[in-house]
Structures are given as C-alpha cells and as structure tokens.
C-alpha cells in the first residue's frame, strides 16, 4: 500500500509541476506550441514540396506564405462582413437604447433604484479612457509581438523538424528508437488528420450555414455562417455561442419568429450531419475525445491559458491521446481520454446513416 501511495504522490508532484510550469511560461510556450500545432498542419504541404525537388527552406518559406495568405483571406472576409454589419449600427445602437431603458425601469420598478443611482453605478464600474488606452495598446503590442514569435516558431520547426527528431532518438535508448521512431511518425500522421480534418468540416459548415441562412433570409449570411464555423474550434460551447449570437441579431434586425426558428432547426440540421457523418468520415475515430474530458480539457486550457488555451485544449488533448495509445504504459489513460462508444459500434452507426442517405437503387 505505501508503494502505491508512493507512486501517486509522485505522479500527481510531477502533475502539479507540468501545470505550474505552463502557467509560469505561458509568454514562452504559448507562441511556440501554436506554431507547432499550425508547423503540423502544412507538414504535408512542406512534404509535397520537398518532393518535387524544391529544398527544405524554399519549402518551409512558401508554407509560411500559405499561411499568411490562408490568414489574409479569412480576415479579409470577416473584415468584409463586418463593414457590411457596421452601416446598421445606428439602428443596433437605437435597438440597444431601448433596451438599456427597459431594463433600468424593469430595476425600478422591483427593487426601486432611480435612474440617477442606477447611472452613477454604471460610470463608476466603467474603467477610465487612460485606463482603456493602456489595455488597447498593450493588447495590440502582445499580440503582434506572439504573432511575430508563432511565425518565427512555425518556420523554423518546419525547416529543422529532422534535426529536432535526431535529438529525440539520441535521448533514447537503441533497443527502444525503432518504437520512438513509430510513435513520432504515428503521433505526426493522426495529428495531420485531426488538424486537417477539422480544416475540412470547418470550411463544409461554413457551406452548410451559408445555405441554410441564405435560404432563410438572415442579415449577412456568410459572415454568421463563418462565425459559426470558426467556433466548431471549441466544441459544445462554441457552435451555440455562434448560433445563439445569430439569432440575438436576427431579432434585432427585425427577424420574425419563423426565421428565428429555422435558425435553430439549421443549427440542429448541420449538428446532426457534422456528428453523424462528417466526423466518422473526415476525423475518424482514432483522435475523437469523450465529452467528459472535452471539458475538462477546455476548463484546463482557460485555467491555464485563457482564450489561446481554450482553443489549444481540443488539439493538444487528441495530440495527447494519440501519444498514450501507442505508449504501453499509457494506454489505460488513452482510453479514458477516448470516445466511449466502441470502433465497431461508431463503424455500424455511421454506415446505417449512410446508407439510409445514399442507398443505391437496384437494378433489376
């Protein structure tokens, strides 16, 4: 029994010391596994190049400017449908006015706090101008000084990711490369598939949404089906938070309550295609991760990181995943990370939905 006492005080030491030193070096380590993560999602591309005889620094440099430009056209587009969203904002303000004014007499008349009282709480929970200048310019100045450090960190990761391989096969023991070897090549391969894939239903719920509000008449289709599908990054909260955002501006545009509704029964539609179809096809089953730990790991990743860390919490966590299910030792806790239903119940579930979608007539 003291053994095992032992060995839990060890692990959960070693487990207080990982949290710790990712809350301490979050300025250091933020940066560089965000460029990991995206160094992983354009390693085939970098590949493709190599292979067609183009050297490893032109080809990590055309996957810096794929980068950039996959940036630039996102951004561009937001910065499209934001405009767009701008020429109604004296109609939003007007809208949010009257809404100000409801609720400070629906204050009044329950807890019969004036107008003027209700006023002077509200200034003085508001933060100065110098105090919003300071925040705006050090945000600004954080943020291009992590963007400038995750490019650097993306190329170069790229460009010596064989060298950063040969490190780890000097730490290890001979009789033990052949299977590091494995597990590195193994981890990069579902890593890409996940990264990918997600890239791939990402730009397909962007179709979806497209569709489904276009055909509703929503108020800038595109830009609400690109927030929605953005989102889809943070599991669960994400595409309700973008579905939710959608119809509050729905309504206040004016959208009748048949428009509001078929908001949410396209945000249902396109959940049951993602789950039922999409995932089992695109992302697969070896990197999908159990609600429970869904959760977990994106109340960990804001504990730790904040925002950065609730987007890195899904990636890192199928990264983590993919790592205890091909380390012995680790499998027990691969599996409790993993989807709980089996591979072969997910196989039949997926391939009756989609032969109910796409069953082939016979021919006589």
Known sequence: MSI???????????????????ILGKAFLMPIVIGGILATLFLPFSNWLERNKISRALAATFSLLALLIAFGILISLLTWKISSLLDDFDMLKQKA??????????????????????????QNEQPSLTDLMQMTV???KSLFTNLVLVLAYFFFLLYSRSHIKLFFLKLTKDN?????????????EVSQQYLLGLSKMIFLLWIMYSIGFSILGVQNPIFFAILCGLLEIIPFIGNITGTTLTVLVSAIHGGSFTMLLGIVITYGIVQFIQGWILEPLILGA?????????????????????????LLAIPITAMIKIVCDHVEPLKPYGFLIGDLSSKKKREGRFNRVFNKLFKRTKTP
Do not use: C, M, Y
Request: aromatic residues 10%; without cysteine; proline residues 1%.
């Open 97 to 122: 006015i009257e809404s100000l004014s409801e609720a400070q007499t629906f204050i009044f008349d329950h807890w019969s706090i004036s107008f003027k009282k209700q006023s002077e709480i509200f």
């Open 286 to 310: 070896q990197v999908k991760i159990n609600p429970l730990f869904t959760i977990i790991a994106l109340v960990v990743g804001d504990l730790i990181w904040g925002i950065s860390g609730i």
């Open 176 to 188: 033990q490369k052949i299977e590091l070897e494995k597990i590195l090549k193994r981890t990069t």
């Open 138 to 140: 050090g945000s600004l």
């Open 4 to 22: 095992n006492i032992s060995s839990l005080i060890k692990k959960l030491t070693v487990l207080f010391l990982v949290i710790a030193t990712l």
